[in-house]
């Protein structure tokens, strides 16, 4: 299984500080935010993981984070010209990943918890694909999820006016082989 730190945008909700430095790079405590995700995969058991970033950011993650030998993983850095979601990002990765599962989270982005690592690392074997869900207060700034009656989903919709639940997506995604056709086949 490979990952997927999708560490572009522009960070707009943090302007002005933004427009000098990448979000995913700002401290948070004693590190650069980056550093979390990159945390959640590794303790998922991933060992091969691709930043995808701006162009203009790119050089500054590559600094930081090296090619990541040094913490007996491996780093590979690609670019997004413009933000235009997840999908795009299994299209801009499909020759480092083809046919291989993969986990894709969102740079800005902290997972924490007790057993964690070992919790993720289940989803190693799956088939299709495995999204979380948190409750919160303020679902329209969030990817939304609705449920049927025995807790499939039935959709998702990014930033509702008159969300269907309060449950959002924190932004942790697993995926089977298939993400690549299947994110090509979506229609932005």
Same mark, same amino acid.
């Given at each position: 299984? @490979?990952?997927?730190?999708? /560490?572009g945008? $522009?960070?707009? =909700?943090?302007?002005p500080i $933004?427009r000098? @430095?990448?979000?995913q790079?700002?401290?948070v405590?004693?590190?650069?935010?980056?550093?979390y995700?990159?945390?959640?995969?590794m303790? /998922?058991?991933i060992?091969?993981? %691709?930043?995808?970033t701006? !162009?203009?950011?790119?050089?500054? %993650? =590559?600094q930081?984070?090296g090619?990541?030998l040094?913490?007996?993983?491996?780093?590979? %850095?690609l670019t997004?010209?413009s !933000?235009d979601?997840?999908?795009q990002?299994?299209?801009?990765a499909?020759?480092?990943?083809?046919?291989?599962?993969c986990?894709?989270?969102?740079?800005d982005?902290l997972f924490?918890?007790a057993g964690?690592?070992?919790?993720?690392?289940k989803?190693?074997? &799956?088939?299709? /694909?495995q999204? %979380?869900?948190? =409750? @919160? /207060?303020?679902?329209e700034?969030?990817g939304?999820?609705?449920f049927?009656?025995i807790?499939?989903i039935?959709?998702?919709?990014?930033?509702p006016?008159?969300p269907?639940?309060?449950?959002?997506i924190?932004? &942790?995604?697993?995926y089977d082989e298939n993400v690549?056709?299947?994110?090509?086949?979506?229609? !932005?």
């Amino acid at each position: 299984m @490979v990952g997927i730190v999708l /560490a572009g945008g $522009t960070g707009s =909700r943090l302007w002005p500080i $933004t427009r000098g @430095v990448s979000k995913q790079l700002l401290p948070v405590y004693d590190k650069p935010l980056i550093h979390y995700p990159i945390a959640t995969l590794m303790s /998922a058991g991933i060992k091969e993981i %691709f930043i995808i970033t701006t !162009p203009t950011d790119q050089a500054s %993650f =590559r600094q930081l984070l090296g090619d990541g030998l040094q913490l007996g993983i491996s780093f590979s %850095f690609l670019t997004q010209d413009s !933000p235009d979601g997840l999908a795009q990002a299994f299209i801009i990765a499909e020759k480092h990943i083809y046919n291989q599962k993969c986990a894709l989270i969102l740079g800005d982005n902290l997972f924490q918890g007790a057993g964690l690592g070992n919790q993720l690392s289940k989803f190693h074997d &799956l088939a299709g /694909a495995q999204i %979380f869900a948190a =409750r @919160v /207060a303020d679902p329209e700034r969030y990817g939304v999820i609705e449920f049927d009656d025995i807790g499939k989903i039935i959709s998702i919709q990014e930033k509702p006016v008159k969300p269907k639940s309060f449950y959002a997506i924190p932004g &942790l995604y697993f995926y089977d082989e298939n993400v690549i056709e299947i994110a090509k086949s979506i229609k !932005p």
